[in-house]
């Protein structure tokens, strides 16, 4: 039997002889903010959890109190998603695993003028949001295809819609910005072509969130304006995957400025696929 819809959010239990079948969630990121909200989430609502990050401590508080304060089964798996050795091993367990729910939520900002950031920063920013992303993601999906049933959560940033914004208020971001900006497009593409197949997948876009985000690149939270709360943004989210919307603005009141933007880039892509320049660039129009 396949997990439907509502079970893989809220967790409904079935007896199968006389034991007790519990969905199964892998959550990357997991030892703090938007990471350990979806953690506790999901454990209460009946998920058995796999924890992963760097900081193995970090991941065994979690772990114990999730497990005393319900009855969640919570294992913890320390890596590095920027080592490839680290990341081929989480492919291998994440291939292998019955998962209902796969959320890459890892990362990290990274804020520095491009000609300033060092280069290592720059793989590591792509090692987390794209490279680990796509690649857990593919290890998962088959599975979910051949069970008809699961999800992928696409942790991402409204800083992916940011890039015609100058860096002053906004961060310096080429980088950041660019990777969560793939993380949109390939989730919207990827569900293109997992129509059908009872799988979903989703991209979350937070704004700014009450998290240490913000103090590990420099940020004072004393001086920043009011944000959501991490377990705000889980709770869209989820509640987003359930009415099966593919990209989740926690903030946004107003989602038909999303299907306005899809509209827009629909039109360009048509407007602009043909074999002929337009007419800024031909001959004399300089």
């Known amino acids: 039997m396949g997990i439907g819809p509502r079970s893989l959010v809220f967790g ?22 938007i990471g350990a909200a979806y953690a506790e989430r999901l454990a209460r609502s ?22 005393r304060e319900g009855d969640a089964r919570a294992e913890v798996l320390a890596a590095d998603l920027t080592d490839a050795g680290a990341l081929a091993q989480l492919e291998r367990r994440v291939g292998g695993e019955s998962l209902a729910l796969l959320v890459n939520n890892a ?13 290592e920063v720059v793989d590591d920013l792509i090692d987390i949001h794209v490279r680990a992303v796509a690649r857990l993601t593919r290890a998962a999906v088959p599975g979910m295809i051949r069970r008809g049933s699961g999800a992928v959560i696409n942790v991402a940033s409204l800083l992916a819609l940011s890039g015609s ?60 304006p009011p944000m959501m709360t991490a377990p ?11 009415r099966g919307e593919v990209v989740c603005v926690p903030g946004l009141d107003d989602p038909s400025l999303l299907d306005r933007l899809a509209e827009v880039q629909r039109a360009v892509l048509a407007s602009a696929n043909r074999p002929t320049l337009a007419g800024r660039y031909g001959p004399g129009s300089a």
């Open 232 to 242: 705000d943004v889980v709770a869209a989210s989820l509640a987003a995957l359930e």
């Open 46 to 67: 009946g998920h058995d959890l796999v924890l992963v990050a760097r900081r193995r401590d970090r991941l065994e508080e979690l772990a114990e109190r999730l497990r």
């Open 107 to 119: 990362g990290f900002g990274g804020y520095r003028p491009f000609a300033q950031v060092e280069p």
């Open 165 to 224: 914004l100058p860096p002053n208020p906004m961060p310096h971001r080429a980088v950041y910005a660019g990777a969560k900006a793939f993380m949109v497009t390939f989730t919207q593409t990827l569900a293109g072509e997992l129509n059908g197949t009872g799988v979903r997948v989703q991209v979350c876009l937070p704004g700014m969130v009450a998290t240490e985000f913000h103090s590990r690149v420099g940020r004072d939270p004393s001086k920043m």
């Open 12 to 33: 409904a239990r079935w007896k199968m002889s006389t034991a007790r079948f519990r969905p199964r969630a892998l959550v990357t990121g997991a030892s703090s903010g």
